[in-house]
């Protein structure tokens, strides 16, 4: 048997979840280890969050400057290279690993290269190093489902398309889920000819149905493809893929093939064979206190299968850390975590949507980017927010397709959360000119007193 060591909190992965529950754990002055087996930040850092949206804003300056003369500026040659995106990529990525090492270094925490498997419940071994621990958080996130009929050389998944070195001339991405319209808003945007096969009706099924129409109305480079399955995926050397459809079956052909039809939870070896418990989607069934069906050992992030954000994440690890050092009064909240999208405009929304509830008395009030003088002076006028408040006023849910919507939503989630009436959330000043001033509209439509709407 190799070196022995024990801590009072041991933890699997440092991504989003696991980094922040470490650190947690050293500040309550626990004795706390953890085990990495690739780069710290997890795939928030190296392979999804940071890398897309560092993608996404170097894309987005593009459009901006092919745009320069709407801002009365003359035109400047602008052009793009998948190479340097790529190497800014990794340049910010590189960064804030290095960040997550030093923090992680600084509160006394113990890194552990490599991977990590259960020898017991409350055992665990990297190569020939074994570890005891009062309490054990997995955090061991997911990764991309790869379904066989898929299995081409060459094929992308999110952990692959960032390591492209050159912008293919057409792509067909599976999953016009988030992840799939991120990488539309990519790709259409370098140039090559995109089309988005999605099973369901609509893309981006979580939101609601007007923010899907109006993206894809938006989006008028790329194809959308809804209802639609694929039937055989083949490669000769371009993809080639049978995809049937309400109007019948095509044949869809591509330089390069994406898929991004969801993740699925990566457990670490010999978990299984302790018998704990499972969800119906294979992720580790957790109570509010992230305590899973084995005692002292809990589970945080992606791989619970839910809630697949690196905030729920970081939230679902303060929860557990804060059990295992005494306060279990502190329990997950599922309901008002808000959903982000970072398309052109951007989508975001927090609260729970009418469907199949009463909705009678719900009262609802818009507001459209148009008519907003801030949007007005950055050249934006695609959009809206949307405030649906519940029979007594209280704000139930905020849907924002707006520039900054992202941002914007944290203001109305606290609002969503302390359950605002509508005048409560009206009663603070406003600056002026801001996009902040799109939910006040909205606010004041549920009144009826929004005197700026068209
Ligand atoms: C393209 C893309 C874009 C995204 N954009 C956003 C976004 O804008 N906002 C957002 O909130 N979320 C976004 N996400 C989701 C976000 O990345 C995840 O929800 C988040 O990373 C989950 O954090 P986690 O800590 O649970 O797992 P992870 O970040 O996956 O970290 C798990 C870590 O555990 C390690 N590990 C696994 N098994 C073992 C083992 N046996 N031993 C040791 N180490 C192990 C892995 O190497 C990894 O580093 C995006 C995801 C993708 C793919």
Redesign the pocket.
Known sequence: MGAEKAYDLFI?????????AALLGARKGLRVGI???????????????????SYIESINLLAHMKNASRFGIDPVAASVSLENLQRRKTRIVGRLVKGIEHLLSRSGVDL?R????FEGEKTIR?DDRFIHASSIII??????KRPTLFELPGML???E??DLRQAPGSMIIVGGG??GM??AHIFSNLGAEVTVIEALERVLSTEDEEVSKSLVSLYRKVRFMTSARVAAAGKDPEFVLTVDNPAGRETLRAASLLL?IG?EP????GLVHLGIALTPSGGIQTDGSMCTSLPGVYA?????GE????????R??EVAVAHITGDAARTMDYSVVPS???THPEIASVGRKPGGRDTTGMRKGTFPVSALGRARTMEESEGFATITCDPDGILERVTIMAPHA?ELIAWATLAVERRLHVEEFLRPSYPHPTMAELLKEAAEDVLGLSINKP
């Open positions: 699997i992965g440092a991504g989003p979840g696991g980094y922040t085990a990495e087996g690739s780069d710290c930040g997890g795939t928030c850092t190296n392979r999804g969050c940071i890398p897309a949206k552990f490599g991977s990590a498997r990297i955090a061991t996130g997911s990764r991309p998944t999110s952990d398309v960032f988030v992840i991120e990488m991004c993740r990566s457990l670490p070896a945080v992030g992606d791989v619970t809630h697949m954000y690196a905030y729920v994440a970081s679902e690890a982000v999208v970072f992202t």
